[in-house]
């Protein structure tokens, strides 16, 4: 019988998560939708909490940020229609102060450099090998914010300089905890903008970094989320409408093989039986008030009470006992 795809090669991790990990993610789409999923299934997981960050430079100045400096810069903030934001972070981290924003990045340097302490894993999602400098200081920016193009000048990050700063920021990682095992992969969707020749260029960068990163650092290890999109996937059926980000249904078979990758036999077995418990709360009756319905809250009660042990249940606790007559 024919094939028709191509299959990756079953991965040999030289680890497992446990239930008990404690993950950080950062960098590009990929890491907030691995995020999301740890979450939702009670890993213990600080989801790129940054917003989106899209090349190597910038993830190397929060990290800076984080583990390095009290303060952020304040020369890096910029204002767009009465809102204020930051060249080194995402857009989504905005106030309608200058004082506003730099308290709320100063809290979440704070708080992830309190979880880096006890951190497992760091997963790293490269995006891209493009940058925009500011033209006036030569310094690179997570995002232009909308400021008008001539202030930005585009250039191509060498594999060089891509690797010394990963250097700076595996060493910066180490200093707060010399446990960390660090799991870095390149992101399925394409940047069109750059064209597809050079996001071809940009993609080819990153996973040789990526294969020299590997060859060269002890506790640091790939997974090929950007080879099961292209070579496994590879039809544009499992891309959202805008044909650059996978869908749904693209993004379960990754997450599939991460989970069947990573993750211990007995935090497989929690997932499937967390799974019957999400659907349960998830469930919405026709009258919320029937008496079989009440009796099915109080059994979905006593199934929640039975992981108390394992994870935190109150957020779920609650849910279901304000439903509860």
């Known amino acids: 019988m024919s094939e028709f ?3 990756l090669e079953k991965i040999k991790p030289e680890f497992c998560f446990s239930l008990n990990a404690k993950i950080l993610t950062l960098g590009s789409c990929f890491s907030d939708v691995l995020g ?5 299934n009670k890993i213990e997981c600080v989801a790129n909490p940054f917003g989106n960050v899209y090349n190597i430079q910038s993830i190397a100045n929060i990290v800076e940020g984080i583990v ?3 303060e952020p810069n304040k020369d890096a903030i910029v204002e767009n229609n009465g ?3 930051h060249y080194n972070y995402h857009s989504e981290i905005r106030d309608y102060t200058k004082n506003g924003l730099l308290e709320k990045l100063r809290q979440i340097n704070i708080s992830t450099k309190k979880f880096l302490q006890k951190t497992d894993y760091i997963i790293l999602t490269l995006g891209t090998s493009w940058v925009y400098e500011n033209i006036d200081n030569q310094n690179i920016v997570s995002n232009c914010h909308k400021q008008n193009a001539p202030l930005f000048k585009k250039k191509l990050l060498s594999e060089k300089q891509q690797l010394d700063i990963f250097k ?3 060493l910066l990682f180490k200093t707060l905890n010399s446990k960390i095992k660090i799991i870095l992969t390149v992101s399925p969707v394409r940047h069109i903008k750059d064209s597809l020749e050079l996001n071809s260029v940009s993609k080819s960068m990153l996973r040789t970094l990526c294969y020299n990163i590997t060859e060269t650092h002890k506790d640091v290890y790939y997974f090929p989320s950007y080879e099961i999109m292209m070579d496994d996937l590879r039809d544009y059926r499992f891309y ?4 650059i980000h996978p869908n749904e249904q693209a993004e379960k078979y990754i997450l599939d093989i991460f989970s069947e990758t990573y993750f211990a036999e007995n935090l497989k077995i929690f997932i499937n039986d967390w799974k019957k418990i999400k659907a349960g709360m998830e469930h919405r009756p026709f009258n919320p008030k029937s008496e079989s319905h009440q009796e099915f809250l109080k059994n979905l009660l006593t199934k929640i009470q039975s992981f108390e042990n394992q994870i935190n249940i109150s957020k779920e606790l609650e849910f279901v006992q304000n439903q509860i007559i």
């Open 68 to 70: 390095e400096k009290s």
């Open 240 to 243: 959202k409408a805008d044909l």
């Open 5 to 7: 795809r191509t299959s």
């Open 168 to 170: 700076k920021i595996n």
């Open 83 to 85: 809102v204020f934001f």
């Open 36 to 40: 999301k999923y740890l979450i939702e």
